[in-house]
């Protein structure tokens, strides 16, 4: 698979995440997440968790 597209989650799981396959047997997930925004503040230069 020469073309998959990466991803970095951060955050907390809402619930259990569910697992179940395709007709063609592939893995499949799906989960819920919670994730505070973050705001770059410009006046300290840092971020700041929203």
Excluded: C, H
Aim: aromatic letters at 8%.
């Amino acid at each position: 698979m020469a073309n998959e597209t990466i991803i970095t989650v951060i955050g907390n799981l809402t619930a259990d995440p569910e697992l179940r396959y395709t007709q063609n047997g592939k893995a499949v997930a799906n989960f819920t997440i919670a994730s505070t925004p973050r705001t770059f503040d410009r006046q300290n230069n840092e971020w700041k968790d929203g």
